[in-house]
């Protein structure tokens, strides 16, 4: 079984940072596309930012120059450091990674269960 597993979240003012971190385990190959979403109240779950194998990495423009994604494949982690949070930022953030598991089968996308970021105005 592959997990992945979500920490960093929190409630934090507005202008403050939070890193968010996503740790894959199990019969893992080789993880290829990461990224977090981000899900405000009552909207849906939205590309927040994304990291390919090979570091290059994709934002959505209402965190552009905020928001720095980053991976370590040794680990299988993939981390979302984010500064200068505003109140429409809070949401639950969820990971999610391509993975190819140990043994036969495709690449498949695997989610987190979700951390809370809150922010305050």
């Known amino acids: 079984q592959v997990q992945l597993v979500e920490s960093g979240g929190g409630l934090v003012q507005a202008g403050g940072s939070l890193r968010l971190s996503c740790a894959a385990s199990?019969?893992?190959?080789?993880?290829?596309?990461m990224g977090w979403y981000g899900q405000a109240p009552g909207n849906r779950r939205e590309l927040v930012a994304a990291i390919t194998s090979d570091g290059s990495t994709n934002y959505a423009d209402s965190v552009k120059g905020r928001f720095t994604i980053s991976r370590d494949n040794a680990k299988n982690t993939v981390y979302l450091q984010m500064n200068s949070l505003k109140p429409e930022d809070t949401g639950v953030y969820y990971c999610n990674a391509d993975i190819k598991k140990i043994g036969w089968g495709p690449v498949r996308p695997y989610w987190g269960q979700g951390t809370q970021v809150t922010v305050s105005s």
């Open positions: 199990g019969s893992i190959r080789s993880s290829n596309n």
